[in-house]
């Protein structure tokens, strides 16, 4: 593609130029401004690009490429300072020189991006505990330095300790970004591993060349815009080619294997075990430490400081972990729960579809051999050659018949359940019609009723006979379990509940003895002679196909309740907000 090949003209070039200049030039200002300037545009080009992959990029992505920005920002920082000491002072940099600390830092966000991983899918819940393993790594990172040079440093200035150390602590870091590098260019597919491996051999250029430099500086051989620094310009044109690799082509997620899976887990193992290693410096500086006494009691402070703020940071991951484990056991419970319904509403309709097929032949047979009795009981009643224990007996003869042609009928219609034609229904204007058809019935039965139906509900999708001989059936059950008791209370409510429409209708009765049976085909809790079971197991049945759901429970003061959910029709028509009370 042309972009590419303009590209690695372009750095092919500013190498040959920074190559000629280090060996015609002799040093002095004109190849210090030379190379410091150019070395600062060039790694500010960088971050201006990987400024630009983040503003552009998403999700993980754009964190990556954020904290990218960030540390090419501090090497900015850095080269920036040195540029000012050697340019505009027009003086050595001095040493011990604060740029080190920025530069030693500017590998931290480096590592923070390689261990985000933005090649694999985000989880959204867990991010914030590798984000909580990063920060405890970064200041791990930050305590070596304060443990390590900052005393010889500025506690008790001693360059060739301070620069020895400094040297082993900066290549101990670039080491541990390689290996990052390599296990992910290595493990990932795609255009993220394209990516990867150019950052690896661009870190592996930078590895070197920071570290024959750092060599060159404490021989006295470096000056800027020497040879020494022809690796570096090539190790960040190859950082501009990695960014604008990802720019022209979007790299993918890539799928993650259970191998890579168990290596994630390293990161917490890491930063458990960069707690662990406090202590030991601590004893170490205690009693092994050759260093003045400013220096020791200096890294003293410094680890305990460390060990105070980690020990938040553990604190604060271990309360986020407990809350997350709450949040687990909740959801587990939830879905147990869930599936436990899921599971008795299985069982519930295979049983009525079962006993519909078997009862729908039986029902026909009987019928007519019950239809035979009816009449010849009624034939033999009338008879005017029987005594009055006789015509007792063939009238209770036809009561049993007839109570056996309920039952049969009964059968029929339970069998007989088949999905209707569904229309949208208002179901607080069927409810309250409902009521007020057995209202009569309730009140002469001391039985005070309740209504408190909120206009406006949403229509259901649904069938309006079915829909109301549900309630029809509800409400006599109720009336049932009232008229045991000499009467009482009963309560109807109809509410808008986030996507359904909520019917309760509630009792002061005795209860129900077994409510989680109260559905079973054939299960009533009436008297003898009183109920067939059949009703409550085909209002089952009928919410069922509508998709809603329904209850029953007793209630703590005493009495029954039932709940029926419907789901609102998605072309739902709402009435004027209003509250019906009776």
């Known amino acids: 593609m042309i972009w590419k090949k303009y590209w690695w003209t372009c750095a092919a070039a500013l190498i040959l130029l920074c190559s000629v200049a280090a060996l015609t030039l002799h040093p002095g200002p004109a190849l210090t401004a030379f190379g410091d300037i150019s070395q600062l545009l060039l790694i500010l080009g960088c971050t201006i690009l990987m400024s630009a992959n983040a503003v552009s990029g998403r999700g993980q992505a754009r964190i990556f490429w954020g904290l990218m920005a960030a540390g090419c920002s501090l090497w900015t920082a850095s080269a920036a300072l040195w540029t000012y000491y050697e340019v505009l002072l027009r003086q050595d940099v001095p040493d011990p020189f604060v740029g080190d600390v920025i530069l030693f830092i500017h590998i931290v966000p480096f590592m923070a991006a390689v261990a985000l991983r933005p090649h694999r899918p985000q989880e959204g819940q867990k991010l914030y505990f590798s984000t909580l393993n990063f920060v405890m790594l970064l200041l791990w990172w930050m305590f070596l330095y304060a443990f390590l040079v900052f005393p010889e440093q500025y506690v008790v200035t001693h360059i060739a300790v301070y620069s020895r150390n400094y040297d082993l602590l900066y290549m101990l870091e670039n080491l541990v970004l390689l290996c990052a590098l390599g296990v992910l260019a290595a493990g990932v597919h795609g255009a993220w591993k394209k990516i990867y491996w150019n950052f690896f051999l661009a870190a592996v250029v930078y590895t070197w060349s920071s570290e024959t430099i750092n060599a060159a500086i404490s021989r006295g051989r470096y000056y800027t815009g020497s040879l020494y620094d022809v690796p570096f310009v090539a190790c960040v044109c190859w950082l501009i080619w990695a960014a604008l690799l990802a720019r022209k082509m979007p790299p993918a997620y890539d799928p993650v294997t259970p191998r890579r899976n168990r290596l994630l887990a390293m990161t917490p193992r890491l930063a458990m075990l960069a707690i662990l290693s406090l202590p030991v410096m601590s004893f170490w500086t205690v009693f092994a430490d050759p260093a003045p006494e400013p220096v020791r009691h200096f890294r003293l402070m410094v680890t305990l400081v460390a060990v105070l703020v980690l020990g938040l940071f553990v604190f604060l991951r271990q309360y ?101 034609e569904k229309a949208l229904v208002d179901i607080g204007a069927l409810l309250q019609r409902s009521v007020q058809m057995e209202l009569l019935r309730l009140e ?125 029709a998605a072309q739902s028509v709402g009435l004027q907000p209003a509250m019906a009370t009776a």
């Open 320 to 420: 986020l972990l407990d809350r997350e484990l709450v949040r687990l056991l909740r959801q587990s419970h939830n879905s147990l729960e869930n599936l436990r319904r899921l599971q008795t509403q299985l069982v519930q309709k295979e049983k009525l579809a079962s006993l519909g097929q078997l009862v729908a032949g039986a029902a026909h047979e009987i019928n007519y051999p019950l239809a035979e009795i009816l009449g010849l009981s009624e034939r033999l009643a009338g008879h005017s050659g029987l005594d009055s224990s006789q015509v007792s007996l063939a009238t209770k003869i036809g009561q049993q018949a007839r109570r056996t042609c309920e039952l049969v009928s009964g059968l029929l219609s339970f069998a007989q359940q088949a999905p209707a």
């Open 444 to 568: 002469t039965r001391k039985i005070h009723v309740e209504i408190s139906i909120a206009s406006g509900l949403p229509r259901i999708w649904g069938n309006t006979n079915q829909l109301f001989q549900c309630c029809l059936e509800i409400i006599g059950n109720a009336m049932d379990a009232l008229d045991e008791v000499g009467g009482g209370i009963f309560r109807v409510t109809a509410r808008a509940e986030n996507n359904e429409v909520v019917l309760e209708f509630a009792d002061s009765g005795p209860g129900i003895r077994q409510p989680e049976r109260v559905f079973d085909p054939f299960y009533t809790t009436k008297a003898v002679g009183k109920g067939t079971g059949l009703g409550l197991s085909a209002t089952y049945g009928v919410v069922q196909d509508h998709r809603g759901q329904i209850a029953c429970h007793n209630q703590p003061e005493g009495g029954a309740v039932f709940v029926l959910r419907f789901p609102i």
